[in-house]
């Protein structure tokens, strides 16, 4: 497989360092063919810029997703766009790998997301969820958090890590069309001890060695929602985001 790792780390020594060279030795050995987009290392800016458009189509009024599909018409991004983006266009599987930070992506992962996937390319025109620009590919979180897995269960003071995890497993990854495959989770990184956490690699090679053949997570297909998009009769609800739907339908 093809298979780009976008990654946020901003130490040498970090876990998150351990990870991704664990990540790129693991795959390399199975075969895969790996790209790395180290972020902090790029000095890659997460901020979108009028300047990320080199011909756009509005620029008194600059709607950034009809630039988009502007500039995907036109090729006319600027570099750093342009080459993220021919990276994920790319790759048959994307892992996005980081530290958790307030329950979600650090800024820099979510600027290259609000940058890289692109109107017009990645969703757009009636391209989104099952029938999404990406298709066919696989994807994959893997992070670490301070949280131990009790504070992250159904009864857990956090809630639940799949309803965390639902923004950017569904409303990112599973929008652009990927089949979004189970998240490695290092959890409790500062509490454990260097044998743990070497245990944990071991554990993150092991998960990486099946990424061609785990199976991916429960979404709906666009075709199980009806006209206003609620769950049709008959549908039982079977993803994270629509489990409580049977409760609601008379809403």
């Not at 301070?146 to 799949?162: V, W």
């Amino acid at each position: 497989m093809k298979i780009l790792i976008v990654c946020a780390t901003m130490s040498e020594r970090s876990f998150n360092a351990a990870m991704l060279d664990t990540a790129t030795a693991t795959l390399r050995a199975g075969g895969h063919e790996v790209r790395l987009s180290n972020l902090q290392a790029m000095n890659f800016d997460p901020v979108t810029r009028p300047e990320d458009f080199l011909a756009p189509k509005d620029p008194a009024h600059m709607r950034y997703d009809l630039e988009q599909r502007h500039a995907v018409e036109q090729g006319a991004f600027s570099d750093d766009i342009a080459a993220e983006l021919d990276k994920l266009l790319w790759c048959d599987c994307l892992i996005l790998q980081f530290p958790q930070y307030w329950f979600s992506l650090p800024a820099i992962i979510k600027g290259w997301v609000d940058r890289v996937f692109v109107n017009g390319a990645v969703y757009g025109g009636g391209k989104w969820y099952d029938r999404g620009g990406l298709k066919g590919r696989r994807a994959m979180l893997a992070f670490s958090t301070g949280c131990y897995p009790s504070m992250c269960g159904p009864d857990g003071i956090n809630g639940d890590m799949d309803i965390i995890l639902w923004p950017i497993q569904n409303g990112i990854l599973r929008f652009a069309g990927m089949n979004v495959l189970p998240p490695f989770i290092a959890w409790s990184v500062a509490y454990k001890t260097e044998n743990q956490r070497q245990e944990m690699l071991a554990d993150y090679a092991e998960r990486l060695r099946q990424i061609e053949s785990a199976t991916p997570l429960n979404f709906h297909h666009r075709d199980d929602f009806t006209d206003k998009w609620r769950l049709k009769e008959g549908v039982a609800p079977r993803a994270t985001g629509q489990m409580g739907a049977a409760s609601i339908r008379s809403s």
